[in-house]
């Protein structure tokens, strides 16, 4: 089997017990050497100023290769542009261009009279800057609001061609879902690199109620899976060997880098990287 290429999300602390979390799983995961590291806004842009300092924090700290979230919602273009050119001041030259969920509540999205009407005219605008390695996200099961899978395909192409390098996946928990996905982008003549997003199941039904938010199909199989393992307290030892199988699967069919949603709770995404054969190269200095 062949050894993964790894890249790890977080989500930026709102609160002082959550900066020691996040530093925590910061220093649990970054020996594993991950290709990059990205750091998530919340819904509706709530996290923005939050997301800057931690993607700067960690850039500065760790050296680790940094991507910061970026997206459309409730900002003016110039506004989402600065947040940009505050990224590359830093020494941040990586960016996940999304166009971002509306804030709770809201019925849908809905631009800012003077921003970005959606994702392509952000990665446009990021591409005219020349400063950015640009990611956006992909969807196997097609993206909630789309009309069909097809439509989303051809949303993505146009993503890829107006200056995105590479694309990373929503989780799924069916493999094929994955692969039809990326067979169908080959054949629309999609050549980026696609990164199959894989959430580890910390908490199954915090998981449930997430899948439910971003449209990602649950199978049955795997609610009774999870529904037996809590009785016998082994829900930890059947999500790793199901994360890994999956994972495995991924690498037979020629998959070589994984994207991991690590909900800033690193020992499962830890096992997993272990059982793939991903092993700690370099270790970090706390911060005194």
């Known amino acids: 089997m062949t050894v993964p290429s790894v890249s790890f999300e977080f989500f930026p602390p709102q609160s002082f017990e959550a900066s020691f979390r996040l530093w925590n799983t910061v220093q649990t995961l970054s020996p594993l050497n991950p290709r990059f590291v990205?750091?998530?806004?919340?819904?509706?842009?709530?996290?923005?100023?939050?997301?800057?300092?931690?993607?700067?924090?960690?850039?500065?700290?760790?050296g680790l290769p940094v991507a910061?979230?970026?997206?459309?919602?409730?900002a003016t273009r110039d506004e989402t542009l600065q947040i940009a050119r505050n990224y590359a001041?830093?020494?941040?030259?990586?960016?996940?261009?999304?166009?971002?969920?509306?804030?709770?509540g809201a019925g849908?999205?809905?631009?800012?009279?003077d921003g970005f009407a959606n994702s392509i005219e952000l990665i446009e605008a990021l591409a005219d800057l020349d400063a950015f390695h640009i990611r956006v996200g992909a969807y196997p099961e097609k993206h909630p609001e789309a009309r069909?899978?097809?439509?989303?395909?051809?949303?993505?192409?146009?993503?890829?061609?107006?200056?995105?390098?590479?694309?990373?996946?929503?989780?799924?928990?069916?493999?094929?879902?994955?692969?039809?996905f990326r067979d169908a982008c080959v054949k629309a003549g999609i050549?980026?690199?696609?990164?199959?997003?894989?959430?580890?199941?910390?908490?199954w039904n915090g998981v449930k109620r997430f899948a439910a938010r971003c449209g990602a199909t649950v199978p049955a199989w795997l609610d009774d899976a999870f529904e037996k393992a809590a009785r016998d307290n082994r829900s930890d030892l059947l999500a790793t060997a199901i994360c890994t199988e999956m994972c495995s699967d991924l690498l037979d069919e020629g998959v070589n880098s994984l994207h991991f949603y690590t909900l800033n709770r690193p020992e499962l995404?830890?096992?997993?990287?272990f059982a793939l054969g991903v092993q700690p190269k370099v270790t970090l200095e706390k911060v005194a």
Not at 39 to 62: F, I, N, P, Q, W
Not at 89 to 104: T, Y
Not at 269 to 273: A, E, L, N, Q, S
């Open 269 to 273: 995404t830890r096992d997993v990287c």
């Open 38 to 62: 990205s750091v998530t806004y919340g819904a509706g842009g709530t996290t923005r100023d939050l997301t800057h300092e931690a993607v700067s924090v960690l850039h500065r700290e760790t």
């Open 191 to 203: 050549d980026a690199p696609i990164i199959p997003g894989i959430l580890p199941i910390e908490n």
């Open 108 to 113: 849908g999205f809905v631009a800012h009279p």
């Open 148 to 180: 069909d899978q097809a439509q989303d395909i051809a949303w993505l192409k146009r993503k890829i061609d107006a200056g995105a390098s590479e694309a990373l996946t929503q989780f799924f928990f069916d493999t094929e879902d994955f692969l039809r």
């Open 89 to 104: 001041a830093a020494g941040v030259s990586s960016i996940v261009a999304l166009r971002g969920d509306p804030p709770k």
């Open 68 to 74: 910061g979230h970026l997206t459309c919602v409730d």
